[in-house]
């Protein structure tokens, strides 16, 4: 027969386990020696046999030290996995079996073959079979052990039977070998059943185990409650969801216990403890969303299945959060933390809704709020600072508004206000008052202080049908008209604005087809030599006659030129003309164009005038381009490579309306110039302010210093020219006192009367105005 060692074969639990079985209940093991050693003594004293008193003793000393070998496995510390130990306690207990199995099957030899008592050999092996059937209940779990025992009992019993010499003995030990074999099947057996009931023990325990870290793991919280709502499991985060703790103390408890004493200290609100009592009652699934502070948000999954329902809970705080700080982005402008303008149009699409549907006029108002000269500080004082301004006008804002006005950043340096609660007329319009007066105060920003000026534009409302849209037209108009008015003020919208804003669309409109149509004609001012007393040139300006609204001044035309980019399809189109017309002027004569700040943003200068002189064949040194200060400050490096270029060539380069810009005398340095034109501004008061004619005089000292000629504009009466010629170095003349611009016709013909010609010619020329 092969042994198979136990502990090599079978996990260490499952061999541990076994090992423990041979161990248990030793009282009854001392109790079936001690029964044994009464049965031996009983057969010794029938058959009067000395041999078999000594078996008596041998199972009382063979039992105690069995007895004493358990009693020292009890004392032993036996963890699950410790197979070394385990194999040292199984060959204790297989050394101790095999003693008494020895005496036993000696018992039995001796009976049979040396006594020859029929009590004595009944008794042994009665005895002997018992014990056999017991160790095979016993001693099942190692195979090895229940063999050996098997062998040392049956092997002398079997021959004792042969011994005899009896031919019914010898066919008794016949039908004893196959019940010999049989027992190691019945331990067999017996020891699958112990394993299975090992393997469930340690299965079920494993599952609790893993239950319990489950449980105390799992990052979600959860609730058992079995079809009485009575708490069966939860886990610690199932109370935090609640602001509780001890998950312990609640298992077995109504989960309406749970739920009213989270109701009562505020973890659950009353809506949300509604919800989750209805779903648990009506067995429905669904979730809800627990909130239990403001920064601690769970999702609440409930689904019910048979008698059970589970309550699963999910901490989502980081995604609601993140959800509600997209959601604040989305609508709130970074900087400044106002509404942005969709959100702003959300909110008063609503508010106008409603006031639609009361059924009664309610008066709203709508203010556009403006920086005035922003752009200036973010150039002088950089972005910081303008972002600075920004978000302190962002917090400011609100305050000054109040309640219930909705504020927001419209974009750049624009904010945008709404308010739709009735209030009067002039309560709003004192509420702009103060808001401009609030706004305009001193702003301290990092490192300096700094005064800002405001506009606001007003639109009041009592019509229920005006849209957003409709209103913030009308704002726009009233901000226009507080930019164009000074700035720094607060205008309210009329009605006269939206007669002038709809009149300036049309013209939009038609400004487009009349330079299309080439309807844009021009008119020539002479420049006067004062002391050759002769024409040197003329300025072409621009005039446009609307075959409706008749003369358009070119104040209100070229302004919309500029604002809608046709400005420099106008400048191409007077290019062209001018060019054109001087080309048949005496050869000493030269025209002088306007040129537009957005000319030098938007299209190439130096192309358009080379293409207006090679069309017009007018000669280079027969034309001079005018720029302002303000289009030098706007677009200077552009302006300053054109200029450049257009001089290299030849073509003069006249500085205009100087004195009413910046009056950097860093441009006159850098630009290539070949003219001052003092502005009209300086003249105006020269015949009764001497410290006016001084400062002209000087301003014109100024530019012959810097060898340019010096124009001045704007001379309308003869005092004025007599003191500019006796008291200033100027050159040249260009003003009313000589007459008023004239058509091309007038012009040419006045140039071909007088051309070389002095005193009576400009005596023709007075005439001619």
Not at 587 to 592: F, Q, Y
Not at 620 to 629: G, S
Not at 645 to 660: K, P
């Amino acid at each position: 027969m092969v042994f198979q060692d136990a502990h090599k074969i079978l996990p260490p639990v499952d061999y541990v386990s076994m090992i423990r079985s041979l161990y248990q209940d030793r009282r009854s093991m001392l109790l079936g020696a001690f029964g044994s050693a009464l049965a031996a003594a009983v057969a010794a004293l029938e058959a009067g046999s000395v041999l078999l008193g000594v078996f008596v003793g041998l199972f009382i000393l063979v039992g105690l030290l069995r007895y004493a070998d358990m009693r020292a496995f009890e004392a032993t510390e036996l963890s699950d996995t410790d197979v070394q130990l385990a194999l040292h306690w199984e060959i204790r207990a297989t050394v101790g079996a095999a003693a008494i199995a020895l005496v036993y099957g000696t018992w039995c030899l001796v009976s049979f073959w040396l006594i020859g008592d029929a009590f004595a050999e009944l008794t042994a092996a009665s005895v002997s079979v018992s014990v056999l059937v017991g160790v095979s209940q016993r001693n099942f779990a190692i195979d090895r052990l229940m063999t050996i025992q098997v062998l040392l009992i049956a092997v002398p019993l079997a021959l004792g039977l042969l011994l005899v010499g009896n031919l019914y003995y010898a066919l008794l030990t016949l039908l004893l070998l196959p019940f010999f074999a049989s027992l190691r099947g019945i331990a067999g057996n017996a020891r699958d059943i112990l394993l299975r009931a090992v393997h469930g023990r340690i299965a079920a325990s494993q599952l609790a185990s893993q239950l319990d870290t489950a449980l105390t793991t799992l990052e979600h919280g959860l609730l058992m409650l079995d079809s009485d709502c009575i708490i069966e499991v939860a886990n610690g985060r199932a109370l935090d969801a609640f602001d509780l703790g001890g998950a312990d103390g609640w298992v077995g408890r109504p989960a309406s216990d749970l739920f009213d004493v989270a109701l009562a200290n505020s973890s659950m609100p009353q809506a949300a403890y509604d919800q989750l009592r209805d779903l648990i009652n009506t067995r429905a699934s669904g979730k809800l969303l627990l909130a239990v502070d403001p920064y601690q948000y769970f999702e609440i999954s409930v689904s019910s299945r048979r008698t059970k329902t589970v309550l699963l809970f999910e901490d989502v705080s980081t995604r609601i959060i993140a959800e509600e700080r997209i959601a604040h982005m989305a609508r709130h402008d970074e900087l400044t933390g106002l509404s942005n303008r969709a959100h702003f149009s959300e909110q008063v699409k609503l508010a106008l809704h409603k006031r639609r549907t009361k059924g009664k006029p309610v008066h709203a108002a709508l203010w556009i709020v403006d920086v005035d000269d922003f752009k200036h500080i973010n150039d002088t004082m950089g972005h910081i600072a303008g972002d600075a301004v920004l978000a302190e006008l962002g917090r400011r804002l609100p305050r000054a508004f109040g309640a219930p006005t909705i504020c927001a950043r419209l974009g750049g340096d624009e904010f945008i206000a709404f308010r739709a609660d009735g209030a009067s007329p002039e309560v709003l319009a004192e509420q702009s008052q103060r808001v401009f007066t609030i706004l305009a105060a001193d702003m301290h920003i990092p490192d300096r202080k700094l005064a800002v000026d405001v506009s606001i534009g007003l639109v009041i409302s009592d019509n229920p049908d005006d849209d957003l849209d409709n209103m913030m037209v009308k704002a726009d108009l009233a901000i226009s008209a507080a930019k164009s008015g000074g700035k720094a003020m607060v205008v309210q919208f009329h009605d006269q604005m939206d007669t002038d804003y709809r009149l300036r669309q049309q013209l939009k409109a038609d400004l487009k087809q009349a330079i299309a149509d080439d309807q844009v004609t021009l008119v020539y001012q002479a420049v006067i030599d004062p002391r050759q007393d002769k024409i040197v040139g003329c300025e072409a300006l621009a005039r446009w006659n609307h075959p409706e609204h008749g003369q358009i001044s070119p104040a209100v035309f070229i302004p919309i030129a500029e604002e809608t980019g046709m400005i420099t399809d106008l400048t191409r189109a007077v290019l062209a003309k001018a060019t054109r017309d001087c080309s048949t002027w005496p050869d000493d004569i030269c025209v002088a164009v306007n040129i537009s700040a957005r000319d030098f943003r938007a299209s190439d200068v130096e192309a358009i005038v080379t293409d207006a002189l090679e069309h017009s064949g007018l000669a280079a040194h027969r034309l001079e381009i005018e720029v302002t200060e303000t289009a030098v400050i706007e677009e200077q490096q552009a302006a300053t490579v054109a200029l450049a270029a257009l001089c290299a060539r030849g073509i003069g380069v006249a500085l205009d309306d100087f004195g009413t810009g910046y009056s950097s005398l860093s441009y006159l340095q850098s630009l290539p110039l070949t003219k001052l034109k003092i502005d009209r501004s300086f003249v105006m008061e020269i015949t009764t302010n001497p410290q006016a004619l001084r400062l002209l005089a000087n301003v014109a000292q100024l530019g012959k210093d810097l060898d340019l000629k010096v124009t001045v504009e704007g001379v309308e009466t003869e005092e004025q020219l007599n003191l500019l010629l006796s008291q200033t170095r100027i050159d040249q003349i260009q003003g009313f006192v000589y007459g008023q611009p004239l058509d091309l016709e007038a012009m040419t013909s006045l140039l071909r009367t007088r051309c070389g010609a002095k005193g009576p010619a400009m005596a023709r020329l007075a005439t001619a105005r």
